[in-house]
């Protein structure tokens, strides 16, 4: 049973445009949302975060908007760049030792 | 820089002979966690530490073992790697588990020939 769904798995937008990926989840008892940013060959790293009591946050340009009825949570990159291109994962957890459920993540091509 | 160091970055073995992987950290983190990624596939939790405290996944194969000798250090082993075990393997550390940020390695590339 897949607790975080992603989509869509790639997606190509041409510089200056915006990036939209979205996840789904099923576990009410999540509480924090992070989406992991990974480049070939390396570890993800963390991009930005959301706990559940907000609907929206946003740093330079990238924004998560969440809607915990919905149960659906989702990232926008603005003004996407070429070193924007990278793999994309989303991820939910809950509780202690912060276990994450990955969603199967999106690849991205910022095109110049 | 506080970071999370894994090595070898890539390591080649042979087909069910046993190899260590090893991460350490300079965070201070209570929790350490081994993942494996395969190619083009999101990360797979194969167990963790809070502390000294190991949780292993319920679907993790027997043939991977963790040590966790201080704070600092811990250890994946592979005891008989199989061809199906050729992937990325993660190390990742969170400060107290609470649901908080987790901070990745760079990872280790197996080969299994």
């Known amino acids: 049973q897949q607790q975080v769904k992603q989509s869509p798995q790639s997606l190509i937008v041409q510089k200056g445009g915006i990036s939209i990926i979205n996840c789904a989840y099923e576990?009410?008892?999540?509480?924090?949302f992070p989406w992991y940013q990974q480049f070939p060959g390396k570890g993800p790293a963390l991009l930005i975060a959301?706990?559940?009591?907000?609907s929206e946050k946003k740093e330079g340009r990238f924004t998560i908007s969440f809607n915990k009825s919905a149960k659906q949570f989702s990232l926008h990159i603005m003004d996407s760049q070429p070193g924007d291109s990278a793999t994309y994962f989303c991820?939910?957890?809950?509780?202690?030792?912060?276990?994450?459920?990955f969603g199967d993540g999106t690849t991205l091509t910022v095109k110049p | 820089d506080a970071m999370v160091i894994q090595n070898p970055r890539y390591q080649v073995t042979q087909f069910g002979k046993p190899v260590t992987l090893s991460c350490s950290q300079t965070?201070?983190?209570?929790?350490m966690y081994w993942y494996q990624q395969k190619s083009s596939q999101a990360p797979k939790l194969l167990f963790h530490y809070y502390d000294k405290d190991f949780n292993n996944e319920a679907d993790t194969p027997d043939n991977f073992q963790s040590r966790r000798p201080n704070t600092s250090f811990c250890f994946l082993d592979i005891r008989s790697p199989g061809l199906g075990d050729a992937a990325m393997y993660l190390c990742?550390?969170?400060?107290?588990?609470?649901?908080?940020?987790?901070?990745f390695g760079p990872g280790t590339r197996l080969t299994v020939l």
């Open positions: 991820a939910a957890s809950k509780g202690n030792a912060g276990k994450s459920t």
């Open positions: 959301i706990r559940p009591d907000v």
């Open positions: 990742a550390t969170s400060r107290d588990g609470a649901g908080g940020e987790q901070f």
């Open positions: 576990n009410t008892a999540f509480d924090y």
């Open positions: 965070l201070n983190h209570n929790v």
